[in-house]
């Protein structure tokens, strides 16, 4: 098998239509081409033989290596370490209003001494099923153009000479000094555009360089978070922002798609769509930040999926980003996967999962839209009614839950919980706005639920709520409970259901999902790491119930676990490392969560209140 470096040796870089990875030796494994969910045209990262990658290192193997981001910025930076010198490439992608006006660009700079460099780039399309053709122009660039019915292209520009390899390839290798840089560029071409216009590379690079240097740090420093952890807070927030739709306001759930869960398990699947959980979520991590733009743009994302529904049941729990419903599965078997890690798999199966709980979490975002964002229109209210009656006439339903099982539906407590947030939060907009609604009936069902969770999914044998009706399964998606404010941290139920998650799935500060035996289930074979999102669910709980020393240790100990650039997968393996899609949306939003709560709390304790506003 060939190596494949841990997926925090790779830094993310985007223009906010799509992102590529970077690993800390100067290779690009990973670039969708030109949207989140397009396509590969690098994808070594799931084959480091087919995948195809962008090179760009020092030769020798005497090399070491460190990444860093700018500060307040997406722009990575490599530094390379050799007997003979020092160099750093900069790595980043120009922000464009329009995808199809994607580029990477990629500047090596000789800071000390002496080096050589070697450059291949070996794109290959349609996550390397298509083949190709390379052809070299007159003014030395190489156009990549596509056999595939699509005639997709690209071309490869660059300041330092380059050649053909088995015509398919580009290469090149140089002796730079202390001061001399070598610059290249990939951009998306179209189609029917067969004239090129020369361009001063060196001009474009400088000048791409100082706009998206600028572009970022003003988009921070319109932040209003000045709270502890700000550096780590932000990291997490321009991560979130990478993975956020500039032409359509959509999130996508993580960076990549058939990342395994466990190395060599067949748990890997395509998260490069929007969840409407998980969308929902980052926009309230994106409002307690101050960044109100971000919440605007998805809210009309969310408007256009709603007057698209023939029936408000018609919602699903994810679509691509511009809102397209068709989601079809499939598995690349040419592929053999991270660390053999099969099938690959693209589409999303679980798209047509019918799951209470996105009513709920959708809900929320409009209300907290609505209080701190925005009004939202009476013509808009009248689509969330309809949301809100689907959920009075539905509650009752099994679904797949919030972890998406696949084995049969069940009557998840996950999806009750959102259900009555869902009524909750509209109850709490009409009286805020005075918008005319039913509401003695969603009060009464909004209470029905509450005295269904409250007697059904309690387990006298475990003393806590159980995953799902009739079973004795600790799940960690309870930890919502309070998050959401359906229960309060001082119900003596709710304590002693912090004790058993404690003493089932917690390790230290890193907390399982659920333990499967017994439970619900996907049907798969394999190990999971612990979860990153629970994890700081869990922190986030401590600190709402008054456990501010514990919170803040075990909060600390976790920012621990995260990537020398401070990014987070889904999970946690069991060497520490990090495993499934990278980088994730839910942990990092879950990160300025918990962050955003224990700092205000701290700070409620200096003050000597109980407590201090709270956002929601």
């Known amino acids: 098998m060939p190596d494949y470096l841990p997926l925090e040796d790779y830094g993310l870089i985007g223009n906010l239509h799509t992102v590529a990875l970077v690993s800390k030796v100067g290779s690009l494994d990973y670039l969708p081409f030109t949207r989140f969910d397009s396509p590969t045209i690098f994808a070594a990262l799931l084959d480091a033989k087919k995948g195809g990658s962008w090179l760009l290192q020092p030769v020798g193997d005497d090399v070491r290596s460190k990444q860093l981001y700018l500060p307040d910025t997406g722009i990575l930076l490599t530094r390379f370490f050799t007997g003979e010198g020092i160099a750093e490439l900069t790595d980043f992608m120009p922000v464009k209003r329009h995808a199809q006006n994607c580029a990477v660009v990629r500047t090596v700079r000789v800071i000390k001494g002496t080096m050589e460099f070697q450059m291949r780039c070996s794109p290959r399309f349609d996550y390397a099923r298509t083949a190709h053709e390379a052809q070299p122009q007159a003014d030395g660039s190489i156009l990549f153009k596509s056999h595939g019915d699509d005639g997709f292209q690209f071309r490869l520009l660059g300041n330092q000479p380059f050649e053909l390899a088995d015509q398919v390839d580009a290469t090149g290798s140089w002796r730079l000094h202390a001061g001399e840089t070598a610059s290249f560029v990939i951009e998306a071409t179209p189609v029917d555009d067969s004239t090129f216009i020369a361009r001063d590379l060196g001009h474009y690079t400088e000048a791409a360089f100082e706009d998206t240097l600028s572009f970022w740090r003003e988009w921070v420093d319109s932040s209003t978070y000045t709270g502890r952890w700000r550096e780590t ?249 309070p998050l959401m404010r359906m229960f309060s941290p001082a119900e003596p139920r709710w304590q002693s259901t912090m004790r058993a998650i404690e003493k089932e799935l917690l390790l230290d500060s890193l907390m399982f999902r659920y333990h499967a035996e017994g439970g619900a289930t996907d049907g798969l074979t394999g190990e999971e790491g612990t979860f990153t999102m629970c994890s700081f669910w869990y922190i986030e709980n401590l600190s709402r119930g008054g456990e501010l020393d514990k919170a803040r240790l075990l909060f600390e100990k976790l920012l621990g676990f995260a990537s020398p650039l401070g990014l987070y997968s889904e999970q946690i393996g069991p060497q520490g490392e990090q495993i499934g899609n990278y980088p994730q949306a839910f942990t990092h939003l879950a990160l300025i969560s918990t962050a955003f709560q224990l700092n205000r709390d701290l700070d409620a304790r200096h003050n000597g209140t109980v407590g201090g506003h709270q956002f929601v």
């Open 233 to 481: 807070v932000l990291r997490s927030a321009i991560t979130l922002k990478l993975l956020t739709s500039l032409q359509h306001g959509s999130t996508v759930a993580a960076a990549t798609f058939a990342l395994p869960e466990s190395p060599g398990g067949e748990r890997n699947w395509d998260y490069r769509y929007t969840w409407i959980r998980d969308a929902a979520f980052t926009m309230y991590a994106f409002l307690r930040l101050g960044f109100t733009q971000e919440s605007k743009a998805f809210l009309r994302w969310i408007m256009q999926r709603c007057q698209e529904l023939t029936d408000a049941g018609d919602l699903q729990l994810m679509y691509a980003v511009d809102g397209t419903a068709d989601l079809p599965e499939l598995e690349l078997g040419h592929l053999s996967g991270y660390r053999d890690s099969q099938p690959v798999r693209i589409g999303n199966g679980a798209a047509k999962q019918f799951q209470l709980d996105i009513y709920g979490e959708l809900m929320d975002t409009i209300y907290l839209y609505n209080k701190y964002g925005g009004g939202i229109t009476y013509d808009f209210w009248q689509q969330v009614c309809r949301l809100a009656t689907y959920v009075v006439e539905n509650w009752r339903r099994p679904d797949h839950g919030i972890w998406e099982v696949r084995d049969q539906e069940r009557e998840f407590l996950s999806g009750k919980m959102m259900c009555w947030v869902a009524l909750d939060r509209a109850i709490r907009i009409a009286r805020d706005r005075s918008f005319p609604a039913p509401l003695v009936e969603w009060l009464r069902v909004r209470d029905e639920i509450y005295e269904e969770v409250y007697h059904n999914f309690w387990s006298e044998e475990k003393q806590a709520f159980v995953q799902h009706k009739g079973s004795q399964v600790i799940d960690a998606a309870v930890l919502l409970l």
